[in-house]
């Protein structure tokens, strides 16, 4: 590892420049293509789009350009939908899945799921794909619920949706590497953050099992309207919080 690169990842700001160093030079066939790796890191391009993984609950997730990059908080949505769904065979549904990574973070703990997920953005469902289909999971471009087959009606266990929930007006304040670099699409919640959330929510009851249930990560002053929200389609509202990743998970009984 060259003295050089972690001085260039260093003097661009880049806190963990001696790991950030590392994993580029391992990512990297030769010095051609390393100092390209670096040049992209420098001007602000997230690591893991660099690299074109993530780490995320343990597992490296495939991840690349205009994709979401999964984010450590939501390790407690992965928590929380592995114990909801029990023992047996199940049906398990991502919705705005990204790069797949909170699917394929569930199958590694449950080992007997049938996965389906969806993505309104391309480069995120390419990214499902590749997670993915070494789980057999099925991968749909679409809009939420549109793409999934009429057959899953009914019959879903647990409904993943780590939907976005980022205010519109506070998109702005976001760290660049995220406002610059992954899908308005994927941060952008509306006026109070909650406008996808409440089409999930309306949506939900006809896709879950009676005792399914719907999770969705949410901001913690968030949590009245989102109780609202899913009580308002029908369903039983519950909140989870962990102040030790800073993540706030509302989840949705049928």
């Not at 969806?118 to 499902?128: G, L, Q, S, Y």
């Not at 057999?136 to 939420?144: F, H, R, S």
Request: net charge negative; proline share 7%.
């Amino acid at each position: 590892m060259s003295d050089l690169i972690v001085a260039r990842l260093r003097a661009a700001g880049c806190v963990f420049a001696e790991e950030e160093a590392r994993l580029l030079t391992e990512a990297a066939p030769d010095p051609a293509r390393l100092d390209a790796l670096v040049a992209e890191r420098v001007r602000g391009v997230p690591l893991e789009h660099v690299v074109g993984w993530a780490e995320f609950c343990g597992l490296r997730v495939a991840v690349g350009p205009g994709v979401f990059v999964p984010r450590h908080r939501t390790e407690l949505l992965v928590h929380l939908a592995t114990a909801a769904l029990g023992p047996g065979r199940r049906v398990l549904v991502d919705l705005a899945c990204g790069s797949g990574a909170i699917a394929a973070a569930i199958a590694h703990r449950h080992g007997d799921l049938d996965i389906h997920a969806t993505d309104i953005e391309p480069a995120a469902v390419a990214a499902a794909h590749r997670n993915l289909t070494p789980l057999a999971g099925a991968v749909y471009e679409g809009d939420l619920f549109d793409p999934l087959p009429a057959g899953l009606r009914g019959q879903v266990d647990v409904l993943v949706a780590n939907v976005p929930y980022v205010p519109s007006g506070a998109v702005g304040l976001l760290p660049p590497e995220a406002r610059e670099h992954e899908p308005l699409r994927a941060l952008d919640g509306g006026a109070d953050g909650l406008d996808v959330l409440r089409r999930v929510a309306a949506g939900a009851p006809a896709w879950l099992r009676p005792g399914g249930t719907l999770l969705s990560e949410i901001g913690v002053g968030q949590i009245d309207a989102a109780k609202t929200a899913l009580t308002v389609a029908g369903l039983a509202p519950e909140v989870v919080t962990d102040d030790d990743l800073d993540a706030t998970v509302i989840l949705g009984r049928r």
